[in-house]
Structure formats: structure tokens, C-alpha cells
């Protein structure tokens, strides 16, 4: 590839939000160097939060006004429909995480924390898009390395470190398995591009190496998605980090990766999917994600039985989630891909919802135990409302987006063995452990709902943007979850569909 | 006049007194009882009316209403009267104003609408032709006689009530699950009305119903045969009458119960609801049964003998007066029982079968009426004893009543004497039609009837021995004699006994046409 | 008109929410008014309903079309008996809670989401709706239970919660493959009970379906959340648990796994019969052993749904008609009973240990409660004259028809109905006078029995003897839905 023969125009026009995103990054650490310089962090957060969120939001707009198809670069910015809605829903993810980062005060480099959630964004928009190798990988270590920095961003707090350390150790090693697995694939398909690669070994016969690339590839993906037995770093993570570190990594990133993933398997080996369905097995990718998917649903929803720490316990509850979701992914199929987007969408929601609730009850009271949570109702309505909005979605409550997300992911895995329904061991299990699940949510909202407040438990005063944030957040959890048409995309046009230029 | 709704309202009114009574804020049970005894004459009145409009000639049912009750499972309000239903209401009509008489007074207000409830029951189920309309008063009137046991009994009344109900309903229920088979093996022969009794009856005897109800209940195939099935199903309808009458062994509730009830009670208890289970066994089980009935005659027969022979063996071993009484109850039910269970014995000679079947089954009815007249008529007497002694009723604490309350001891004892069968009372021509009829039939279930009237003389001449005649006690120097109220109430049933001891025809009458015609209809 | 049924309660509850909290007796009000609304709504659509018209459907949107999911709601006769029991035991709950001092709002906000889950389920005919408001029906459960309970009330909550969500994940699978194997991109009712399933497919998913709302229907063995469940819950949640809810998983047992596998069905009744009557039995005989009043009533009901559920397993039209007349007329009669227990005595004497119970006179300080008791003591043994008797006729013929041996063990369950109830209105309001001593007798002050009480007692007395004595009223309904096209394939494999 000659760069000089590169439409220098095309690539702004379809990055432009990128770009405005990595504009707005220097912009925030210009105005903390410059125009805030001296005030107090509370003031300083609160602007740039302000300034970031408005960012955020303007990349939104824009890609109302790009074009919704396009490739670029051989293929490293390859723009679809249901890409671009991925992509403002981690905007919108990058706006409520800067958000509910008012008025933080754990850290005195404000400028440098939302300068960093920027550039985590920006990994994560080029990530959505790419259908390039490479590019896949340089978005992916973008991601990658703000997000280990902004855990570690509470420097007073021994946990955020070790937290950070965790994550950054557990993802070094599968940055290495991607990028080893990665570079096999090249070796066997002879391209970095996904589509090239799948027309190169359609029809091909499967070798070992093969199969060790793909599994090591998936390896990689699967750390950062956070399945078992790829989640050890994610509960310390999520509960060491600051609070809008941990729900930038549950949302934004969750979303970006599974669909990253959704396209290398879909676009690059949707032909070697095999057969995990009961009575009929194929190696495949398939199989494999099974293993990480029920792996995932056993160990999440087990052991956060056994949490005390509302951020462990969310954690846990994620990875299950996760295993959730790889039921879709193991669709193969447009449904699948409707539904892993909803899926990590809403999810996302609902987890940053509450761990925004959590992180206003542990600033006032000091830890994130359930028992801080007792009393909620009493201490505020309405956190303890939204809260059981939140949970809610995550038990899978109908008319909760999560009902809906957790329904259609299932379907979609039961419809794409059909008419035999193949996967339905898959989400037998599934559902057998959403009914164990169901359990620890309840002990939660036990806690805020029903338990009286501890003798000298103070009152919450959420800070009133937070507040609003969390408001806006569950009214769009049960929107969502009333009327899921308004976040599915036109299953009309999948992922990786020959549509591209 | 057979158009008006005669039945319907003798069964309701009593109803509607007890409602009204209920609603009646009056403290003084004068008032209630008033009304309650206001309301059982109006009853008795319109009895009276029906008997006299009851064309003894005909067998038909007369009196018929019916109207559509829930036409999609075939429940029918249908009530009607034959001979036997016609006797028995009178007897229900008669009855509850004696026992209200001889209530102490001051029970309150539940207790008089209570015995009216109860009336209802009775007069319903004597009436009704349907299944389930018939099931409904059967347990309606469980209602009334659990509660009036319950909270105006003995001392030990609570127990006794609850085994009374207990008892009743076990033998309820597979009465009911009976029924509901038949009721299945009808609706597949689509019957118009599978509850109805007269349409079971003439399905039973064209001997479709047992084979449908085979295929109905095909899961009993691997068990049993047809007639095996049909058995079985008869053995759960007997068993709710044969708890009701009671039939030896399922007795075994009644001395308790009876002894520990308030004596008007067991009055009624004895004359009429007994009676239920007796009529049951004319009027439902002997036509849609015969066949097994005659297949199970011997053990039949053997357990109505049971109960004539030990009924009045243990009436003789008691000491007080009330157990005695309700054992002699068992005694002579028994006497309708084998009556019943014999008319279906197998015959050759076909034309004497039939006047020996209805002499059985006219003497079955005339002692179902009998004995509610005099057992009526000796626990009132008891229930005075009770009164004046102060609840004292054991045979040993009297003796030579005779001398201090002549009057007394007289009505008594021509109570007694019809008890016992002397003849010129009712007593005997009941216990005389059976015998002719069982006798002719089944000789010798006659013969080992007759220890049963040895005992039964030996217990009330004993009786008479101890409490009338013999030394006086001191205690009851002082013993009213009956006061002219008392003798008032009493010297009807008196006069009762001998008017059906002498022209035992004013009540074989109504009877026998429609006697004859159950009979007839038994065949071989 | 009927769907408003279900907007009216949530707009009740949304209206709850937002009220201030010191001020109970207008939460009250509101409440009632709620309630009251939804009985008049529902009566007004019950005299526009048309017994032969089949299904009728009230309003059919395109929700999801990808999964070709319909906002559909519909009644038919069977919906219909459904929706007036709702409506009813709704009103009566309501009068019932007059007494709840503490959180008042949000108790009923709580009710009101799970009177509105109801009225959705009994009207929803499409699958993915009818689930979605079963689902919503749990959460409302665990938090009545919790916050306002009684005995053991976070444990019998939890223990509710987790069995009913258990239960909805069993079926939630069912659906799930049902949709998928008929092919059809439809989730509407009508239209999967068209599609015939293959038999090895209807010979799991059946059984996984109606085991599913089994639970919920207290099907034994997976029954042991109900008595824990209703003895720990406030008296007006037991009421409408054991009124209302045990008869949502009935009616959807009905609705979805019988409309739909019908061969399963007959694959599975036997065995899934033996369960129901092992239920009837079961329930009664505990009930005789239990010392606590409400757990007499928490295991009575245990064995009427028993009722209910033999007769739907019982391969016959009559006992099709008699299980969903039973399923109302045990409603009625189980919140009479809880009425009594709960609301009557508990809240004034504070102990439900019948022996403590029999010491203190009740027949006299509470003359009221007595008498109610007893005729709802009757009813519920099934008398003539009251609701329970010919619905439990109904499904004893069907139980004859189908395995006559279930129908001699379910008669058996009657009496010993009748000697638990004998015992409880013995031991609670006529004590045995060989047993206790004058001396022992402790008749304690207690507040009379308020108006609300006695309106609400006296309007569940009148259903029961209404549709005792004139069950037309509701076989007319539930008779003719059975006639319809969608009980087509259940027709055929059911006789009589």
C-alpha cells in the first residue's frame, strides 16, 4: 500500500469522529493545563467532564450526517449500519462515563484521567470498525493501555494499584496470544484482511495450526470480554479501580470487543464455525466458545453467590453475562449479531447504572459491602429505585432491556441449530443458572429494598449530575426493554455482509 | 292442585323460617320457638294437604316439578312423590314440631332455626329425583345436625359431632363417586338425564348401564370384569347408606352420638335422618342395583341380621336409657334392611314373588314410618325423664315410677309395647309384612330374625321392670306426672300408634301401588 | 376494553410511587379507587363479552417483528372467569389492607404490579407476552413477602421467588424450543397451537412447560414455597398468592402446554395425574397435622390446586370445565380463609398456634369471624350449595373417565378435607370442652371487626354461594372456550 495513494479525504471523512474524539482529548489536557490551572480537582473534573461528555456527544451527531458504509485502507475502517450504531453507543458509554466523573476526587490529574477515557474511546470506535488485522490490533492495545492506566488512577488506594498491575499482567500475556494467533493467521491465509482471509481458505481443509491460531486468537478475545477461564483479573479490576474506570471497562469496552469479535469470527471464519449442538458435533469455533460460554455462566453465577462486595459480586455477574452473550456469538447468524449488540449494550447500561449507584453509597460510607446498601430506600428513594432497575435487567426481568437482551441471545443460539435445536443444552444451562442468579439479586436489593438502614448509616446525597445520569440511564434500561426495536439494528444488513466498497 | 308447588315449598318454607328467625332480634326464646313451632305446623299443614290430594292408585310420581338446575353436567331440580316418598315427608313434618315441644327452652335462637335448616334437609332429600339435587339436601342436612350436637350436647358432644360428620361423609363421598361413574356410563348412552334416578333405574334393568360403564372406566379393564366393576360401583354406593341407616359394622358412630346429643335431637336423629339412609336403600339402591344386590345377597342378608341380632343384644347390656334406645334403633332399622335385601331373592314362581316383594317392601316402608313415631315418641319420653330429674337417665337410678306419675308410665309404656310389636299397635304390622315377606323369599333370614324380637321384648319389659314397676326411690317421691301441655303433645303419637296398629290400611294404603310397582319392576 | 384491566392497575401503581409517604389513609384511597376501577372495567367487559364468539381479540400490535413477537391481548371465556376473579379478590385484598401502617405507598405500588402481571397474563395470547407478565408477577412476590411479612418472612420470600423463577426458566426453555421448532416466525398463540410438533418433540417439551407452571400452580412435589410462602406473607398478598397466582401457573399450564403439545399431553398424564392426586392427599394430610392456622390453609390450598390440576390432566371435556371452574372457585374460598386468618385474627390475637387459639374464646369476641369461618370452612370441603362442590364434581367424572383409581384416592382427599377443616373450626372457634378447663380459658379484648372486613367477607361469601347455586353463570363462559378452534387438537385426544 502506497500511502501516497491514499484518499486522504475518504479517511477523514469516515474517521471523523476519531479524530474530533483525539482533538477533544488535547483539548482537555490544554484547558487543565492552561485555563484551569490552580483550581480545586472538584472544579477541574467537573468541567472537563462537561467538556468530554460534549465531545462524546458531538461524535454522535456525526456520524448521523456520515455516510453508514464504507471501506477505507484495505479494509481498516470499514463503516456498516450496525457498525455505526455500535459506535455511538460507545460514545454514548465515553459521555456517561465522563458524566458520572464529576466532581471526582481521587486523583489530582483530571486532565490527564479524561484525556485518557478519550483516547480508550478512540480505540474503541477504530476497534469496532476494523476488518484489518493490524489495525485491530493497534486499536485494540490503545484500548487496552488507557484503560490499564485509568485503573490504576486512584492512587491512594492500594487496590486500584494491584488492580491495575492484575489487569495489565493478565492483559500483556493475551495481547500476546492475539497477536501470536494473529500473525499465524496471516502465515496460513496470506492477508490481514478478514474477507480476503476467509476467500483465501474457503473450501480449505482445516489444519492443526489453524486451529491453534483461531484458539489462541479467541484466548486473547476472550480476556477481554471477560469469560472464563480468561476473568481472574476481572473482579479485582472492577473492584479496585475507580469507580468510572471499572464501568468504562464493563461497558464501553465489553461492547466494543464482543463485536470486534462478532467480526473476525463472522466475516474472517464464519465458514469454520463447526457444530457444538447436541448429537451432531463439528469442530469449529463454535465448540470452543461453548466451553468459554459454559464455563462462564457456571463459575460467574457460583461464585458470586458468595460475594459480600457489591462490585465483586457485579463483576462475577458480568463474566456470566458474558457467557450469556457468547451463546449469541455462537449463533453464526444475523440474529446473533442483532443480539450480542443489544445484549452488551444494554447490559453495559445496567452495569454502569449500578456501579454508579455503588460508587455514590461507598464515597458517603466508606465501603462497597452489601451491608452499606441497607436502608437505601429510606436514605434515597430514588438511587434505590434505579437500583432495582438495574438489577432487575441484570436477573433478566421482563420489561427490562435485560429480559429481552437474554431472551433473544438464547433464541438466536436455539434458531441457528434449528430445526433441531442444536445449541438448546447450551441455554438449558443458561437458564438454569439465571435461576441461581436470581438469588444474589435478590440479596442486593434485599438489602437497599427491605433491610432497615444500620443505626448511624448517613444519608446520600448523590451529587445532582451523577444523579441525573443514573435516572436517565434507567429510564433508558426500561425503554429499552419495552421497546427493543428502538436499539436493534436493521437485521437486514449484518456484519461483514458483501456491502462494503 | 298436583300443580302447585307443594314440594318445593314444605321443602323451603322451613328454610325461609330459619332465615327469618335468625334475623329476628328477639332475646326471648319464647319468641323463637314460637316461630319455629309456628313454622312446622304450617309445614304439617301442607303435608297434610298433599297426603289427603295423593292419588293412592296411581304409582306414578306426583307432585312433579323440574327445571334445568346446570344443564351441562345433567343436574335437574326434580322433585316428586310416590307412596313411600309421601310417607316419609309426613313423617319429617310430624316429627319436627314433637321435637321442638319437647326442647327444655332457652337455647337461643340458633338452636330453633338450626332444627328448621335441618327440616329442609329432610324434606329435600325425601323429595328429590335427580342425583345431585338429592346429594345436595343429603348433605345440607349434615350441616344443622353437627352443629346441634356440637354446642347443645354432652359433655362429651364435640367428639361425638365431629365423628358423626366424619363418618358421614366418608360414607358420603363414595355415594358421590358412584353416582359420577354412573353418571359417566349414562352420558355415554346419552341419556337425557344421567343423574335422574328413574332413568339410571331403567337403564340398570335393561342392563346397558353395566356395560357402559365398563368402557367408561376402561382402566379398571385390567382389574376386573364387568359385573366385577358394576359390584365394586355398588359397594360404594352402600356404603354412604349403609353408614347412614347405620348397618352393622358401620354402627359404630351412632350409641355416641345419640347418647351425647340434646335428646330432641336425637329425635330427630332417629325418626328422620336415619330414615334418609333407609329410603336411600329403597328408593335408589334397590332399582339401579338388583342384580348386585341379589349377587351379594347372603352377605347382605347376614349384615342386616347383625344388626337386628346384636343391635338388640347390646340395647340389653346398657344402662342408660338413651344408649339403650339408639341400640334399639340399630335393631329395628335392621328389620328394613333385611326387608330390602331380600326382595331381590331369586324366585321361580313369578306372580307370588311379586305380592311377597311388595308385602316385604310395604312392611319395610310402614316400619320406616313406625319406628320414627315410637322412637320419637320414647325419647321424648326420655328427654322428660331428663327433665325432671335433672339429667338423670340411667336405668338403675329409677324404680316404681309407677306409683307417683301413672299417666306417665301409662303413655310410656304403650310406646314401649309398640316398640316391641305387641300387636294392636303399629309396631306389629310393620315387623309382620316384613316377616311375611322375608319369610316367603328367604325363610331362613326370617328365622334367624326372630332372636332379635326375643331380645328386644327381654330389653324394654326390662326397662318396664326396672323403671316402672319395683321399689320407689326416694329421690323421685316428688316425680311430676305429666302436665296437661305434655299430655297434649303426647296422646297424638299415642293415638298414632293404635290408629296404624288398627287400620294399618290409612298408611299401607299410599303405599302399596307404588310398592307393587318397584316391586314388579325387580324381576329376576 | 378489558386491557385497561392491566393499564389501570400500573397507572395505579405509578400514581402510588409518587405519593408522600406520611400520609397512608390517601394511599389507601387511591388504592381502592385503583381496584375499583379494574372490578367495574372488568365487569363492564364481561357483559360485552360474547360466550360464542370464540377468541376475542382486544388489541393486536407488531411489537418485535424480527421474532415476529405481537403485543396481542385477547379473552376468551376461560380469560374472561379468570380476569373476574382477579378483579374481585383485587378489590377484597385492598379492603382487607386498610390496616397497613408502615410504607402504606409502597405496599400497594407492590400489589397493584402484581394485580397488573395478572390481568396480562389471563389476557395475553401471544407467548412472549403472556411470559413477560408472568415475570413481572415475581418480582412484586419477594418484596410484598419481605418487607411486610410475618413468620419467617425473608426466608419464605426468597424461597418463593427463587421456586417461581425456576419454574419460569423451565418454561422460558420451552418456549424458546417451541418457537424455533415450529418454524413459524410467530410467537402467537393461535398460531403455534396450529402447528402440529412432532411427538418426540412434544414428549420433552411438554412436560418441561407444564412442570414449569406447574411450580407455580403448586404442583407436588414442587410445592413447598407455597405453605412457607403464604404463612410468611401479609394477609392480602397471601389472598391474592393463593387466589390469584397459584391459578396463573394453572391457567397458563392450560393456555400453553396443553393448547400446544397435545400428544405430550397424553404421553404425560398419567404421571403428571399421579402427582396431582399425590398433592391432593399429601396437602390434606399435612394440613391435619399442622399447629398453625395459616399452615392449615397454606397446605389446604396445596391440595385444591390438586383438584385443579387432576382435573386438567384428565383427558376429558367435563374435567377441563371443572378445573377451571375450581381454579375460581378455590380463589374465592382461599381468600375467604386467608381473610379470616390473617386479617381477622392474627392482626388482633398475634398468635396463630391453634392451641393458644383455642383458649380465647374467639366464638365470643369475634362472632363475626366465627361465622364467616365456618361457611368458608364448609365451602372449601366442598358442600353442595357452594362453589367448590360442583366444580370438584366436574373433576371427579373426569378423573373417572380418565384413571379411576386417581378418582378413589381424590375422594379420599375430600373427607380428610373435611376432618382437617372439622379440626381447625373446632380448635379455633368451638373448642372441645373435654379438653380444656374453664379455668384455662384466657377470652382476651380484642378490636372489633371493621366495616371494610365485613364488606369484603361478605362480598367472597356471595361469589362462592352465587356460583354454587347457579354455576351457569360461569360454565357458560368457560363451556364454549372450549369449543373453540384453538382447543382443537386437545379436543380430539380428550373424550366425553
Known amino acids: 500500500m502506497n500511502p501516497l495513494q491514499f484518499d486522504y479525504s475518504a479517511i477523514l471523512k469516515l474517521a471523523l469522529p476519531e479524530t474530533i474524539l483525539v482533538l477533544g482529548a488535547i483539548l482537555v489536557l490544554f484547558i487543565d493545563l492552561t485555563v484551569m490551572r490552580g483550581r480545586d480537582a472538584a472544579d477541574r473534573s467537573s468541567v472537563l467532564a462537561l467538556v468530554s461528555a460534549i465531545v462524546s456527544i458531538i461524535g454522535i451527531f456525526v456520524f448521523q450526517f456520515l455516510p453508514k458504509t464504507g471501506s477505507v485502507l484495505d479494509g481498516m475502517l470499514v463503516l456498516s449500519p450496525t457498525t455505526v450504531l455500535v459506535k455511538q453507543c460507545i460514545l454514548v458509554f465515553a459521555a456517561l462515563t465522563a458524566l458520572i466523573s ?261 464515597d458517603q460510607c466508606g465501603d462497597d459491602s452489601m451491608t452499606s446498601l441497607a436502608g437505601l430506600k429510606e436514605r434515597s428513594p430514588v438511587l434505590a429505585l434505579c437500583l432495582m432497575v438495574f438489577i432487575l435487567s441484570a436477573a433478566g426481568i421482563p420489561p427490562l432491556a435485560g429480559f429481552f437482551g437474554k431472551f433473544y441471545a438464547f433464541t438466536a443460539g436455539v434458531k441457528s441449530g434449528s430445526p433441531d435445536l442444536g445449541l438448546i443444552w447450551i441455554v438449558a444451562i443458561g437458564l438454569l443458572m439465571s435461576a441461581v442468579s436470581f438469588y444474589y439479586y435478590l440479596q442486593v436489593l434485599k438489602q437497599a429494598m427491605v433491610l432497615p438502614s444500620a443505626k448511624n448509616a448517613p444519608a446520600i446525597h448523590a451529587n445532582p449530575v451523577v444523579l441525573l445520569v443514573i435516572v436517565l440511564v434507567a429510564i433508558s434500561v426500561i425503554l429499552l426493554g419495552c421497546f427493543p426495536t428502538l436499539l436493534l439494528p436493521d437485521t437486514g444488513v449484518a456484519v461483514g455482509v458483501l456491502s462494503s466498497g | 292442585m298436583s300443580n302447585l308447588p307443594f314440594l318445593t315449598f314444605i321443602t323451603f318454607f322451613p328454610l325461609l323460617s330459619a332465615v327469618f328467625i335468625l334475623l329476628l332480634n328477639s332475646r326471648m326464646s319464647g319468641m323463637n320457638r314460637m316461630a319455629a313451632m309456628g313454622s312446622s305446623f304450617i309445614t304439617l299443614l301442607a303435608t297434610v294437604v298433599v297426603w289427603l290430594n295423593f292419588d293412592p292408585q296411581s304409582a306414578a310420581m306426583q307432585f312433579v316439578q323440574r327445571w334445568d338446575w346446570i344443564p351441562s353436567i345433567g343436574v335437574e331440580y326434580h322433585v316428586g312423590i310416590d307412596g313411600l316418598g309421601l310417607v316419609m315427608i309426613m313423617l319429617a313434618a310430624l316429627l319436627v314440631p314433637f321435637a321442638l315441644f319437647i326442647s327444655p327452652g332457652g337455647e337461643g335462637k340458633g338452636y330453633y332455626s338450626l332444627i328448621l335448616f335441618l327440616q329442609t334437609g329432610l324434606m329435600g332429600t325425601f323429595t328429590a329425583l335427580n342425583f345431585i339435587h338429592w346429594f345436595v339436601f343429603w348433605e345440607i342436612a349434615l350441616i344443622p345436625a353437627f352443629f346441634l350436637i356440637k354446642n347443645w350436647g354432652g359433655r362429651g358432644a364435640d367428639r361425638a359431632a365431629i365423628q358423626f360428620f366424619v363418618y358421614t361423609m366418608v360414607g358420603s363421598i363414595a355415594l358421590l363417586l358412584a353416582f359420577l361413574a354412573l353418571f359417566l356410563a349414562a352420558g355415554r348412552l346419552e341419556s337425557a338425564h344421567p343423574f ?25 379393564d385390567a382389574f376386573t370384569t364387568e359385573r366385577g366393576l358394576m359390584l365394586f360401583i355398588f359397594l360404594l354406593a352402600f356404603l354412604g347408606f349403609a353408614v347412614k341407616l347405620p348397618i352393622w359394622p358401620f354402627h359404630t358412630w351412632l350409641p355416641q352420638t345419640y347418647a351425647e346429643a340434646p335428646t330432641p335431637v336425637t329425635m330427630l336423629l332417629t325418626g328422620a335422618m336415619s330414615k334418609m339412609g333407609a329410603y336411600g336403600l329403597i328408593r335408589i339402591l334397590l332399582p339401579i342395583f338388583p342384580k348386585e344386590i341379589q349377587a351379594l345377597q347372603t352377605p347382605l342378608l347376614a349384615l342386616a341380621l347383625a344388626s337386628i341380632v346384636f343391635g338388640a343384644a347390646a340395647a340389653l347390656m346398657q344402662k342408660d336409657l338413651k344408649r339403650m334406645l339408639a341400640y334399639s334403633s340399630i335393631n329395628h332399622l335392621g328389620y328394613v334392611a333385611l326387608a330390602v335385601f331380600a326382595t331381590v331373592a331369586f324366585t321361580f314362581d313369578e306372580s307370588t314373588a311379586v305380592t311377597e316383594r311388595t308385602a316385604a317392601l310395604n312392611g319395610a316402608a310402614l316400619q320406616m314410618f313406625n319406628h320414627g313415631i315410637t322412637a320419637a315418641a320414647l325419647f321424648g319420653f326420655v328427654a322428660l325423664i331428663e327433665k325432671r330429674s335433672g339429667g338423670a337417665r340411667g336405668m338403675d337410678d329409677f324404680g316404681g315410677l309407677r306409683k307417683v306419675a301413672p299417666v306417665f308410665c301409662g303413655l310410656m309404656g304403650i310406646s314401649i309395647f309398640a316398640s316391641l310389636g305387641l300387636p294392636g299397635l303399629n309396631g306389629f304390622v310393620g315387623e309382620f309384612l316384613i316377616f311375611k315377606g322375608v319369610f316367603g323369599l328367604m325363610p331362613w333370614a326370617a328365622v334367624f330374625a326372630t332372636p332379635g324380637l326375643l331380645f328386644t321384648a327381654w330389653f324394654l319389659l326390662n326397662m318396664i321392670q326396672k323403671v316402672f314397676n319395683g321399689p320407689l326411690i326416694e329421690r323421685w317421691k316428688e316425680f311430676p306426672d305429666l302436665t296437661a301441655k305434655e299430655i297434649l303433645v303426647v296422646a297424638p303419637a299415642t293415638a298414632l300408634m293404635f290408629v296404624i296398629g288398627i287400620w294399618p290400611q290409612s298408611v299401607v294404603g299410599v303405599l302399596n301401588e307404588s310398592m307393587k310397582a318397584l316391586a314388579s319392576g325387580l324381576g329376576n | 376494553m378489558l386491557t385497561w384491566t392491566i393499564y389501570i392497575s400500573f397507572l395505579g401503581m405509578a400514581l402510588l410511587m409518587c405519593l408522600p409517604k406520611e400520609r397512608p389513609q390517601l394511599a389507601r384511597r387511591v388504592a381502592l379507587l385503583t381496584a375499583s376501577l379494574g372490578l367495574v372495567v372488568a365487569l363492564i367487559g364481561a357483559s360485552a363479552f360474547k360466550p360464542d364468539g370464540g377468541i376475542q381479540t382486544l388489541v393486536d400490535y407488531s411489537w418485535i417483528p424480527t421474532l415476529g413477537i405481537q403485543y396481542n391481548l385477547s379473552v376468551d371465556g376461560i380469560s374472561l372467569s379468570m380476569v373476574m376473579l382477579t378483579a374481585i379478590i383485587a378489590f377484597v385484598g385492598v379492603l382487607f389492607s386498610w390496616n397497613i401502617e408502615t410504607r402504606t405507598k409502597e405496599f400497594f405500588a407492590y400489589y397493584f404490579a402484581l394485580i397488573g402481571g395478572c390481568y396480562g397474563v389471563f389476557l395475553s395470547f401471544d407467548l412472549f407476552l403472556l411470559f413477560v407478565f408472568y415475570e413481572i408477577a415475581i418480582v412484586p412476590k419477594y418484596f410484598l413477602i419481605a418487607s411486610w411479612g410475618s413468620t419467617n418472612r425473608e426466608y419464605g420470600a426468597m424461597k418463593l421467588a427463587i421456586y417461581s423463577f425456576a419454574g419460569s426458566a423451565l418454561v422460558l426453555l420451552g418456549i424458546i424450543a417451541a418457537y424455533v421448532a415450529s418454524g413459524a416466525n410467530s410467537f402467537s398463540l393461535v398460531e403455534l397451537a396450529q402447528h402440529s410438533f412432532s411427538e418426540g418433540q412434544q414428549a420433552w417439551m411438554f412436560p418441561l412447560v407444564f412442570v414449569g407452571f406447574g411450580v407455580l400452580a403448586g404442583m407436588w412435589p414442587f410445592h413447598t414455597w407455597a405453605p412457607t410462602g403464604h404463612v410468611a406473607a401479609p394477609t392480602a398478598a397471601s389472598m391474592l398468592l393463593a387466589g390469584v397466582v397459584m391459578k396463573l401457573g394453572a391457567y397458563s399450564c392450560l393456555r400453553v402446554a396443553m393448547t400446544l403439545f397435545p400428544l405430550g399431553l397424553q404421553m404425560w398424564s398419567p404421571y403428571l395425574g399421579a402427582l396431582a392426586v399425590t398433592g391432593i392427599v399429601y396437602g390434606a394430610l399435612v394440613a391435619l397435622t399442622q399447629k398453625d392456622f395459616k399452615f392449615v390453609i397454606g397446605y389446604s390450598s396445596v391440595s385444591h390446586m390438586g383438584f385443579v390440576l387432576l382435573g386438567l390432566l384428565s383427558l376429558s371435556q367435563i374435567g377441563l370445565n371443572g378445573a377451571v371452574l375450581q381454579m375460581f372457585s378455590h380463589g374465592i374460598i382461599a381468600g375467604l380463609l386467608f381473610a379470616v386468618v390473617g386479617r381477622m385474627i392474627y392482626d388482633r390475637t398475634h398468635t396463630r398456634v391453634l392451641n393458644d387459639l383455642q383458649l380465647m374464646q374467639l366464638r ?10 365456618v361457611i368458608a370452612g364448609f365451602a372449601s370441603m366442598g358442600m353442595p350449595g357452594f362453589s367448590g362442590f360442583v366444580a370438584e364434581i366436574q373433576i371427579l367424572i373426569g378423573a373417572w373417565h380418565g384413571f379411576s383409581a386417581y378418582a378413589i384416592l381424590a375422594g379420599i382427599g375430600v373427607v380428610i378435607g373435611v376432618a382437617y377443616t372439622l379440626r381447625v373450626v373446632q380448635k379455633a372457634f368451638y373448642p372441645d370442652k373435654t379438653e380444656i378447663s374453664r379455668a384455662e380459658l384466657k377470652p382476651m379484648e380484642l378490636e372489633p371487626i371493621t366495616i371494610q372486613e365485613k364488606v369484603g367477607a361478605v362480598i367472597l361469601l356471595a361469589c362462592t354461594v352465587v356460583i354454587g347455586l347457579f354455576p351457569g353463570v360461569l360454565l357458560d363462559w368457560i363451556i364454549p372456550a372450549f369449543e373453540s378452534p384453538l382447543f382443537d387438537e386437545l379436543r380430539k385426544g380428550v373424550g366425553q
Open chain 1, 102 to 362: 464529576w466532581r471526582v476526587r481521587f486523583t489530582e490529574h483530571i486532565g490527564e484521567y479524561f484525556a485518557l477515557i478519550l483516547f480508550a474511546t478512540t480505540g474503541m470506535l477504530f476497534l469496532s470498525s476494523a476488518q484489518h488485522l493490524l489495525m485491530l490490533f493497534v486499536s485494540l492495545e490503545l484500548t487496552s493501555l488507557s484503560l490499564y492506566v485509568l485503573v490504576a488512577f486512584n492512587k491512594e488506594s492500594r487496590a486500584s494499584a494491584e488492580a491495575a498491575l492484575k489487569y495489565f499482567l493478565f492483559g500483556g500475556v493475551a495481547a500476546a496470544f492475539t497477536l501470536f494467533g494473529l500473525s499465524l493467521i496471516y502465515g496460513i491465509a496470506g492477508s490481514l484482511n478478514l474477507e480476503t482471509i476467509a476467500m483465501n481458505l474457503s473450501g480449505k481443509e482445516p489444519d492443526l495450526i489453524f486451529y491453534v491460531a483461531v484458539v489462541m486468537a479467541l484466548i486473547g478475545f476472550g480476556f477481554k470480554i471477560a469469560v472464563a477461564p480468561f476473568h481472574l483479573w476481572a473482579p479485582d479490576a472492577y473492584q479496585g479501580a475507580p469507580t468510572p474506570a471499572a464501568a468504562f471497562i464493563a461497558t464501553g469496552s465489553k461492547v466494543a470487543s464482543f463485536y470486534i469479535l462478532l467480526q473476525v469470527l463472522y466475516v474472517g471464519f464464519g465458514e469454520f464455525a463447526g457444530d457444538a449442538g447436541g448429537g451432531h458435533f463439528e469442530s469449529g469455533w463454535q465448540p470452543v466458545l461453548a466451553i468459554f460460554a459454559t464455563l462462564s455462566m457456571v463459575i460467574g453465577n457460583l461464585v458470586a453467590l458468595a460475594q459480600t462486595s457489591v462490585k465483586r459480586l457485579l463483576a462475577y455477574s458480568a463474566i456470566a453475562h458474558g457467557g450469556y452473550a457468547l451463546v449469541a456469538v455462537m449463533a453464526n447468524s444475523v440474529d446473533g449479531t442483532a443480539a450480542v449488540v443489544y445484549y452488551s449494550v444494554t447490559y453495559g447500561l445496567a452495569t454502569l447504572g449500578a456501579f454508579a449507584v455503588v460508587g455514590v453509597v461507598e
Open chain 2, 196 to 220: 335422574g334416578f328413574l332413568e339410571l333405574a331403567d337403564l340398570a334393568r335393561s342392563g346397558e348401564l353395566s356395560s357402559a360403564l365398563s368402557v367408561s372406566l376402561s382402566s379398571f
Open chain 3, 364 to 373: 365470643k369476641t369475634l362472632p363475626f369471624a366465627a361465622i364467616v369461618f
